[in-house]
């Protein structure tokens, strides 16, 4: 058994959505980003390569790489997968949590669940996504970004 953690945090800018857990959230404001800017998954691929030891999402689809402008963060999740699978190991579980004042992540648990399960491999009863706010308090609860913690275990194939 692998665990790995995994951090992200996206400032807030122009917009009308945000893209959570590969969910298309409408929002007054967007995610400042060189990819979709769903720091849920960024945490996740964070998680996943760290327990692989693999570094981190920065090294395998860095910014200034333009052919990850705007991708879709699924797509990263399933290329990460496949890294780990080809070294023998494949993700046992997932628990995650969004920081965010808002929008309520609450509505779009249960759909992201589903996307990161389908995405990852495993049964949707080994996927736990979260949601906190910060009471206002620090970035977060200014309203300024989002922010996402994942925490993986691997397991051999």
Same mark, same amino acid.
């Given at each position: 058994?692998?665990?790995?953690?995994?951090?992200?945090?996206?400032?807030?800018?122009?917009?009308?959505?945000?893209?959570?857990?590969?969910?298309?959230?409408?929002?007054?404001?967007?995610?400042?980003?060189?990819?979709?800017?769903?720091?849920?998954?960024?945490?996740?691929?964070?998680?996943?390569?760290?327990?692989?030891?693999?570094?981190?999402?920065?090294?395998?689809?860095?910014?200034?790489?333009?052919? %990850?402008? &705007?991708?879709?963060?699924?797509?990263?999740?399933?290329? /990460?997968?496949?890294? $780990? +699978?080809?070294?023998?190991?494949?993700?046992?579980?997932?628990?995650?949590?969004?920081?965010?004042?808002?929008?309520?992540?609450?509505?779009?648990?249960?759909?992201?669940?589903?996307?990161?399960?389908?995405?990852?491999?495993?049964?949707?009863?080994?996927?736990?996504?979260?949601?906190?706010?910060?009471?206002?308090?620090? %970035?977060? &609860?200014?309203?300024?970004?989002?922010?996402?913690?994942? /925490?993986?275990?691997? $397991? +051999?194939?």
């Amino acid at each position: 058994m692998r665990i790995g953690h995994g951090f992200d945090a996206h400032r807030f800018c122009e917009g009308t959505h945000i893209t959570i857990g590969g969910v298309r959230i409408d929002h007054d404001r967007g995610l400042e980003a060189h990819s979709d800017g769903d720091v849920l998954i960024h945490a996740i691929c964070d998680a996943i390569l760290g327990a692989a030891g693999l570094g981190d999402i920065g090294r395998h689809f860095p910014d200034s790489d333009d052919q %990850y402008r &705007g991708i879709d963060s699924r797509v990263l999740l399933r290329r /990460v997968r496949d890294a $780990v +699978a080809a070294r023998g190991l494949r993700v046992s579980n997932l628990d995650a949590t969004v920081v965010a004042q808002a929008p309520r992540m609450g509505p779009h648990i249960q759909e992201m669940c589903a996307n990161l399960a389908q995405e990852m491999g495993v049964a949707q009863d080994r996927v736990n996504v979260k949601a906190t706010t910060t009471e206002r308090m620090g %970035y977060t &609860g200014r309203g300024e970004g989002i922010a996402a913690h994942a /925490v993986v275990l691997l $397991v +051999a194939i």
